[in-house]
């Protein structure tokens, strides 16, 4: 089969690794594969839904890495018994740019800059420099209603490549970076008032959040890398050269379904620019027939109700990584599944595009197009059944 993008969808690939980044025509283009008619079409069941907190919109920032980290950690905390909180996302993006910056400069300029990330950035931030409350640290200035970085990071970006070209550092040269995030996106809390207490970041991330970040393992498969060892990801939001562990194709759905048995929500890192990517529908599978090959009526109605779907290969997925098709466009929260009227499965994903879709800002998504699409899960270790955990050696 082939799985070629059309041009213009090609080129939103880079939305999450570009200075220029644009996540607005990201969804533009996504709405376009969308029919007024599928809601209509569809009756959902629910078979598990686990909590989560209220829907986010991300604005123009290419943070989805840090909204699904910090969702994925919000649900963490309900799962413990916790009363979930609201983990400010900016925080966790100013100092992964900042950390970014230094392996940026520490490779003389040989690595991808941009605002896009990994979910587990959201756990080495939170390592490093703790969590901070939404409600101290927004990233918003005055008249901001929504985060829009394109400007600041084409700043970020020039800078980074003039202090690499100086051959010379300066001792202050991070105080820059740090200016210019500060100018735009405000400075980051020291210490703050939360609920009549004190807390600094890292109390607050050790003392109200509580989790431990040794305790969640990245979860990929690609059949070019030995199974059930772990391998660094190639992509270029992967700057710290962070190792995921590699298992086999249909064990990522199987991690995934015993992790939500288990009450574990999922963080979820995919490529979303095909065309059977709906975002406005709410809705995405891989349709058995290729869309080059449908008819103007089957494009229409690809998405007015549940289809054939073709069966995804290790081969096939593994190719669709080589030849570009899938790329790492977008991070996103896994929070349970439904079942259609037909009793095939969905998992029920939480966005962060806001709640401009057809389900209020979460989708419905097939487990093939998981096993297609799925650049890397990040899960607690105990979500991950014995079998797999004892292959691994965790």
Same mark, same amino acid.
């Given at each position: 089969?082939?799985?070629? +993008? ?18 607005? $025509?990201?969804? $533009? ?9 599928? @809601? ?41 018994? @916790? ?44 390592? %490093? ?32 490549? $003039? ?42 991330? #050790? ?21 059930? %060892? ?26 995934? #379904? ?45 998405? $007015? ?33 439904? @079942?259609?009227? +037909? ?23 097939? +487990?093939?197009?998981? @096993?297609? +699409? ?21």
């Amino acid at each position: 089969m082939n799985w070629r +993008k059309s041009f213009y969808i090609a080129a939103f690939l880079l939305a999450t690794t570009s200075q220029t980044f644009a996540q607005d $025509n990201l969804i $533009n283009a996504l709405k376009n594969n969308a029919s007024d008619k599928s @809601k209509e079409g569809f009756v959902f069941t629910d078979v598990i839904n686990l909590g989560n907190t209220s829907i986010k919109d991300q604005g123009s920032s290419g943070t989805c890495w840090s909204y699904s980290g910090n969702s994925y950690l919000e649900s963490e905390m309900i799962r413990m018994g @916790k009363q979930p909180v609201e983990i400010s996302q900016i925080f966790t993006a100013y100092y992964t740019y900042l950390e970014k910056a230094k392996t940026y400069v520490k490779l003389h300029g040989d690595q991808a800059q941009g605002e896009g990330g990994q979910v587990h950035d959201v756990l080495t931030i939170y390592r %490093k420099y703790g969590a901070v409350p939404r409600e101290v640290y927004t990233g918003l200035r005055e008249g901001q209603t929504r985060n829009n970085f394109s400007e600041m990071s084409n700043i970020l970006h020039g800078m980074n490549e $003039n202090i690499v070209k100086n051959k010379k550092l300066t001792p202050i040269w991070q105080n820059a970076v740090k200016g210019v995030m500060n100018a735009y996106i405000g400075v980051p809390p020291e210490s703050f008032q939360y609920k009549g207490k004190t807390y600094t970041p890292r109390t607050w991330a #050790d003392q109200v959040i509580g989790i431990n970040p040794d305790d969640y393992v990245g979860i990929s498969s690609f059949n070019e890398h030995a199974y059930y %060892k772990p391998f660094v990801l190639l992509i270029p939001d992967n700057w710290s050269y962070e190792s995921f562990y590699n298992v086999k194709m249909n064990e990522l759905t199987e991690i995934i #379904d015993n992790a939500l048995q288990n009450g574990y929500t999922v963080a979820w890192a995919t490529d979303v620019s095909e065309k059977f990517f709906s975002w406005k529908n709410g809705v995405a599978f891989v349709p058995e027939k290729e869309i080059e090959k449908m008819s103007q009526q089957e494009v229409a109605d690809m998405f $007015n109700g549940p289809k054939a779907e073709a069966k995804i290969t290790e081969d096939l997925r593994q190719a669709a990584f080589d030849n570009y098709s899938t790329t790492d466009d977008h991070g996103m929260h896994i929070v349970g599944m439904v @079942k259609d009227q +037909k009793g095939k499965e969905y998992y029920i994903v939480k966005n962060s595009w806001g709640e401009s879709n057809d389900y209020k800002g979460y989708m419905y998504v097939t +487990k093939e197009y998981v @096993k297609y +699409k799925t650049i890397s899960l990040l899960v607690h270790k105990n979500a991950i059944q014995k079998e797999i955990r004892n292959k691994l050696g965790l």
